[in-house]
């Protein structure tokens, strides 16, 4: 035991206690920064959670301070009883938020994997054009399955 640890002992009018406790090192934890779609929609589910139960709280604890408030007559309940109903609102702001936020996201996702093709080109003479337009005509009045290029 040091003579740090024996002057405290000693100050506080207690016997030293000579257990040496042993230091475990403890394991530094890898975390994988990458986002990942399910990711969100985990965080998503938790924050949606989180907000409902203090909504759910702040309903109750409203309904409580506004029967005390009309008890008491005091207006230190009428003002607790306002910022409740206050971060109630901003509470319930917040959960709409984050469904408009979780939407965007979920555009975000769908615009990146769709691939549109708006305009294409045929890359050819008129005749070949109108060639390749008689065949497939024909193909269709047999009724023959076409082949689109």
């Known amino acids: 035991m040091s003579n740090i640890d024996m002057n405290i002992a000693n100050t506080l009018g207690i016997e030293p ?3 040496v406790v ?3 090192p403890v394991k530094a ?8 779609p399910s990711d969100a929609d985990r965080d998503y589910d938790e924050v949606r ?3 409902k139960c203090i909504i759910e709280k ?3 604890a409203i309904e409580g301070i506004s029967e005390l408030a009309q008890d008491s007559q005091q207006a230190r309940a009428y003002e607790v009883m306002a910022q409740l ?3 109630s609102l901003e509470a319930n702001n917040r959960l709409m938020d984050i469904h408009r936020r979780m939407k965007d996201l979920k555009k975000e996702e769908k615009a990146k994997t769709t691939t549109v093709t708006n305009n ?3 890359v050819g003479s008129t005749a070949d054009l109108q060639k390749m337009i008689r065949d497939q005509r024909k193909a269709i009045d047999r ?4 082949d689109e290029q």
């Open 29 to 36: 934890i890898s975390v994988d920064h990458q986002y990942n």
């Open 58 to 60: 702040s309903q109750e």
């Open 120 to 122: 294409s080109i045929y």
């Open 49 to 51: 959670k989180n907000l």
């Open 22 to 24: 042993d230091i475990v």
């Open 17 to 19: 206690n000579p257990e």
């Open 143 to 146: 009724g023959d399955i076409v």
């Open 85 to 87: 109903i206050q971060s």
